[in-house]
């Protein structure tokens, strides 16, 4: 059986970084990608019992899982916008605040809405170099369109997206368009709503981006870009139990790709688990030539812990068993082997919060 375990003190841990962080801004606890893979309705149970009430998503049946799940009077953010009526059907049956990132996104939500005789609330979605979707900044007058003729939408939020790349980012521009827009609409005598600009990245190391909220995602998880004692904590380890105990005679390889001759007699332990399960596998801190070789340490230092101790990975991981060096420690078939994994790249495993 493979077992991601969540331990519920370090996600409380980093709860309350976030809090300390945010200040007085409100925080949406990001739950897209199925909670970053730690299981969308457990982890938002435990956010909820630690105070977070604001949700985002980025898929209706993430919505759809919340409010099923009892998420009745929590807020639940969307933030992809589209002009499919039966999404939008969908998400305004859900009491979901959409996302309105063009002309013809905010009319599609405004038709839909008209016709059903109702009011849908949205926030608005504004792209200040991500790429990834909203109004320009420096086309404001379809941003002012859409509060002089969406009657059916209430609109109550505006957000943008900030880099997270920690050196030459832009930060302090993007801030600067968002802002230039935000005045724009108050010249224009409406009102914005929550504003919101921050992300995991932001969150923790821009502090001019904490605005009216934040929106908090890898960083509950202790997965975001880190630098220095930032106080969180990482989550997610994965479990195994050992498959095979036996010993290697001195010159026999191992592996596949590359693969490894043992200078000497060696007991391994064979474990079910490999990097199509994302074992070894990590979000990227860089890129290029040192992303290359950042990885090629980590393979070459790889370990997982069974009875407390260490055991090195022999060779690289492989794709669905991986061997490990265990001639100096006690164990056998069956015994647990753990290892650090990513949530989000965790593939075969049942979760466990403990």
């Not at 409406?190 to 960083?219: C, I, K, Q, W």
């Not at 036996?246 to 790709?257: A, E, F, I, Q, S």
């Not at 991986?322 to 082997?337: E, P």
Request: hydrophobic share 40%; charged share 25%.
């Amino acid at each position: 059986m493979r077992k991601l375990i969540i331990k519920k003190a370090a996600v409380k841990n980093n709860i309350k970084v976030v809090k300390e962080r945010s200040g007085s801004a409100a925080v949406y606890a990001v739950l897209s990608g199925d909670g970053g893979g730690a299981g969308i309705v457990p982890l938002a149970r435990l956010l909820r019992d630690e105070g977070i009430r604001r949700f985002a998503v980025s898929e209706v049946s993430e919505a759809e899982a919340l409010r099923k799940a009892g998420f009745v009077e929590e807020e639940i953010l969307m933030l992809r916008s589209t002009t499919d009526r039966e999404q939008l059907e969908r998400l305004v049956d859900l009491s979901v605040v959409c996302t309105i990132s063009s002309v013809d996104t905010g009319m599609a939500l405004n038709a839909l809405a008209e016709n059903r005789s109702t009011v849908a609330e949205a926030h608005i979605q504004v792209d200040t170099g991500m790429g990834f979707g909203g109004f320009l900044v420096s086309e404001p007058e379809k941003i002012l369109l859409a509060y002089r003729s969406l009657p059916n939408v209430a609109l109550s939020g505006i957000y943008t997206q900030i880099h997270a790349a920690p050196k030459g980012d832009g930060t302090q521009t993007q801030l600067q368009q968002f802002h230039q827009v935000l005045d724009a609409v108050h010249a224009a005598g409406f009102e914005t709503g929550t504003v919101h600009a921050a992300g995991s990245y932001a969150l923790m190391h821009r502090d001019l981006a904490r605005l009216d909220a934040v929106r908090a995602g890898s960083v509950l998880l202790g997965r975001c870009l880190r630098t220095g004692d930032d106080g969180l904590s990482t989550v997610g380890t994965g479990e195994v139990g050992i498959s095979e105990v036996r010993w290697l005679p001195k010159g026999h390889t191992v592996g596949v790709d590359k693969p490894v001759a043992l200078k000497k007699p060696t007991r391994v332990a064979v474990l079910p688990v490999g990097y199509q399960n994302g074992f070894g596998i990590e979000r990227p801190r860089q890129g290029g030539f040192w992303a290359m070789a950042a990885q090629w340490r980590r393979q070459r230092r790889a370990f997982v812990l069974i009875g407390g101790q260490r055991a090195r990975v022999i060779g690289r991981i492989g794709a669905t068993e991986t061997v490990v060096n265990v001639t100096s420690l006690k164990c056998s078939a069956g015994d647990a082997a753990c290892f650090d994994l990513d949530p989000l790249f965790a593939r075969g495993f049942s979760v466990e919060y403990r």
